[in-house]
T-cell receptor, first 111, second 114 residues
Framework: GEDVEQSLFLSVREGDSSVINCTYT??????LYWYKQEPGAGLQLLTY?????DMKQDQRLTVLLNKKDKHLSLRIADTQTGDSAIYFC???????????FGKGTRLSVIA | GAGVSQSPSNKVTEKGKDVELRCDPI?????LYWYRQSLGQGLEFLIY????????KSGLPSDRFSAERTGGSVSTLTIQRTQQEDSAVYLC????????????FGQGTRLTVV
């Protein structure tokens, strides 16, 4: 079955790097996503990675995928107070299936 | 439209009443999803529409929940005889196709059952 797990909380100091981790159970996942939810707002896609990739970098964001361990991480370099939000990991098995989300990691950035 | 639009943004209803939540997806998007986000919980999948195919209703929690998508565009999620445990934010998303591209989310409808 599908299951996506994340730690619930992460606290970092402004300027440090944040690493948010996610594990998933279905090895046939084709696409993996990171969404950001700010207070009172909807979900915003940050980045996604195909399962045939190991890494994807986009400005301050680096996504690492370890398919063997079914582990996905999101690294935010030079974390700012504006990065404080809930970050959701999600997987999609194939084209005709919905996204399966984790419970989200609440990132708190301390000035 | 420019984005996924949901209405109302907030809804307070009495226990036992029926409610309808509306979602206007991005024009031309063939896939539409409903999720529920309860306090402190992740996103729980409810139902998924793709084009003219039969919807995937596997996530609906009970037969009090139903959804329609008319003309391949606007969708309505109906909750009959609401219960307090139905209180949550109901999120709608749409995507252009069912491959790897992103799903765009609306701002959600916050439902409170009193």
């Amino acid at each position: 079955g599908e299951d996506v797990e994340q730690s619930l909380f992460l606290s970092v100091r402004e300027g440090d790097s944040s690493v948010i981790n996610c594990t998933y159970t279905d090895s046939s996942s084709t696409y993996l996503y990171w969404y950001k939810q700010e207070p009172g707002a909807g979900l915003q896609l940050l980045t996604y990675i195909f399962s045939n990739m190991d890494m994807k970098q986009d400005q301050r964001l680096t996504v690492l995928l370890n398919k063997k361990d079914k582990h996905l991480s999101l690294r935010i370099a030079d974390t700012q107070t504006g990065d404080s939000a809930i970050y959701f990991c999600a997987e999609r098995l194939s084209g005709n299936t919905p996204l399966v989300f984790g419970k989200g990691t609440r990132l708190s950035v301390i000035a | 439209g420019a984005g996924v639009s949901q209405s109302p943004s907030n809804k307070v209803t009495e226990k036992g009443k029926d409610v309808e939540l509306r979602c206007d997806p991005i024009s031309g998007h063939t896939a539409l999803y409903w999720y529920r986000q309860s306090l402190g919980q992740g996103l729980e999948f409810l139902i998924y529409f793709q084009g003219n195919s039969a919807p995937d209703k596997s996530g609906l929690p009970s037969d009090r929940f139903s959804a329609e998508r008319t003309g391949g565009s606007v969708s309505t999620l109906t909750i009959q005889r609401t219960q307090q445990e139905d209180s949550a934010v109901y999120l709608c998303a749409s995507s252009a196709w069912t491959g790897g591209t992103e799903a765009f989310f609306g701002q959600g409808t916050r439902l409170t059952v009193v």
